[in-house]
């Protein structure tokens, strides 16, 4: 199990200070393991480590986790600039996405231009990924949009679910400023990030 916490210190902060940051306090929850199920106060569990690349920060990052006393659960808390198992920081994959959809040129150029800007290394075939799987995910996506946008607008169901997806990525930018609260509350919401992978429905 995975939550979501703001640093508010920056990530360069977070990186400095390492496992002594001050980390959110173990939580008072119901275990998320339905065979136990109880009301427990989660305690510290240690840290482990996972690679993080973005344009300030590329290489491994320490992560807190909790534990449940009575079933031995976990849980680990993320700083709201990752997205929950995307190595690539959230407002990156977001701003490929999202260029991929609105751009003049080819994908390539869109690429060259973005990965020049922040000093990153994304592919044409990571970016199709990405964007394969926000299409894919898109009827899960509106859903989660309508939890955290009260009244929200969207597409028309004849869409083809390429224009949902790119009509999707205007509501998002339009809603909010910042892609890391929007990926924050979508996760809270949902407790899923917005490329998890769907089960088939059919």
Do not use: W
Request: with cysteine; net charge positive; proline share 4%.
């Amino acid at each position: 199990m995975q939550y979501i916490f703001n640093v508010k210190e920056g990530i360069h902060k977070y990186i400095k200070l390492g496992r002594h940051y001050s980390f959110p306090p173990p939580p008072t929850k119901r275990c998320h393991n339905p065979r136990c199920n109880k009301m427990v106060h989660f305690r510290k569990h240690g840290f482990y480590e996972r690679y993080y690349y973005s344009t300030e920060y590329k290489g491994k990052i320490v992560i807190r986790r909790y534990i449940c006393p009575l079933c031995g659960c976990t849980i680990s808390y993320i700083p709201h600039f990752c997205l929950p198992g995307f190595i690539n920081a959230v407002k990156h994959i977001f701003e490929y996405i999202y260029n991929s959809f609105y751009r003049e040129g080819s994908i390539n150029s869109v690429i060259e231009q973005l990965n020049l800007k922040y000093d990153l290394q994304f592919s044409r075939q990571i970016l199709y990924y990405y964007r394969k799987k926000f299409i894919k995910n898109i009827d899960t996506i509106q859903n989660g949009i309508r939890q955290i946008i009260k009244g929200v607008k969207l597409p028309d169901k004849t869409l083809e679910d390429v224009e949902k997806a790119r009509n999707v990525l205007a509501i998002v930018i339009s809603e909010y400023l910042d892609i890391h609260l929007f990926s924050q509350k979508y996760y809270q919401a949902t407790t899923k990030t917005f490329l998890a992978t769907t089960k088939s429905t059919n």
